[in-house]
DNA sequence: ATGGTTGGTAGCCAA
């Protein structure tokens, strides 16, 4: 079964090009980050049409996140449990039984940018990402195979962006950041795409300003990360790149500064 | 050091 990720930075503005990918790529699950709509503004239809039961966490203008899955789901979970005063929509959790796999736990997450840094913004991401490291203990005494995946604003090593002096004090990269991500990986869970290339460079978002996609200045900010349940049962993995050229697919629609992410598991 | 680009919205804010 194959599970992707994507920042798609509104759903509705690029509503084309995502469908083209979704034909291209046939993810079985996919959670998809700032959809920017409510949950009644989503474009369920054409999801629905092409197999996909749709959860949405949704909200105006800002964030909104989903989880759309050709399998069905149980238990959906809105929000990030734990954190019940956040009024932002940033994440959202089912099980996924597949027909030809054992189930599997998906959590769609949009960890808050933080910036600027320091200040109310950053505490914010501190205290989201300490929220975030409470569920996957939590799940990990479950002992289930699960997936927390999405775009995690964090940039965990200095290989993971081109110009690492570029982004010292910004929230996706302060040493405080990259040592919140540390305690969650180091829980027991593994970065898969780091882990299925672990010498290369690759990137998953490229700034909208400065050519930063026409001169690969882009940062690694995506992550597919796996309970050790799930982790045995990875086989392959990617980033889409092509999806953030201008000439990809269908040009109704200007590309997400984010690029898919997917794995896939037996 | 600055500016540059998007989307949603009518708050120039968030990224």
């Excluded at 501190?126 to 490291?133: E, I, N, P, Q, Y």
């Excluded at 950041?177 to 869970?189: K, P, S, W």
């Excluded at 909208?208 to 049962?233: E, N």
Aim: glycine letters at 8%; hydrophobic letters at 40%; proline letters at 7%.
């Amino acid at each position: 079964m194959k599970i992707a990720s994507w920042n798609v930075n509104s759903i509705n503005a690029r509503l084309p090009r995502i469908l083209e990918w979704f034909d291209a790529a046939t993810p079985d699950v996919c959670v998809l980050q700032e959809i920017k709509c409510l949950d009644e503004k989503f474009p369920v239809g054409a999801f629905e049409d092409r197999g996909y039961n749709c959860e949405l966490h949704g909200q105006k203008t800002y964030n909104g996140v989903a989880l759309l899955s050709k399998f069905p789901v149980e238990d959906v979970i809105r929000g990030l449990p734990g954190n019940d005063d956040d009024d932002q929509s940033r994440y959202i959790e089912a099980m996924v039984f597949p027909d030809d796999a054992e189930p599997v736990r998906v959590g769609g997450l949009y960890l808050p940018n933080g910036n600027p840094a320091p200040g109310p913004k950053y505490d914010y991401k501190l205290g989201w990402m300490a929220h975030l490291k409470a569920r996957a203990e939590a799940l990990l005494k479950t002992e289930e195979a699960f997936i927390l995946t999405g775009d995690y604003n964090v940039i965990p090593q200095a290989e993971d962006v081109h110009n690492p002096a570029a982004w010292a004090d910004d929230a996706l990269f302060l040493p405080a950041t990259r040592a919140a991500f540390r305690e969650i990986e180091n829980l027991g869970l593994t970065d898969a795409l780091r882990h299925l290339y672990p010498y290369d460079v690759f990137y998953t978002f490229w700034d909208y300003q400065r050519g930063a996609w026409q001169k690969d200045h882009g940062i690694r900010i995506d992550h597919v990360m796996l309970s050790p349940q799930a982790a045995d049962r990875l086989t392959s993995g990617g980033v889409d790149r092509t999806t953030r050229d201008p000439g990809f697919g269908s040009q109704e629609a200007k590309p997400s500064d984010h690029v898919p992410v997917w794995i896939t598991l037996d």
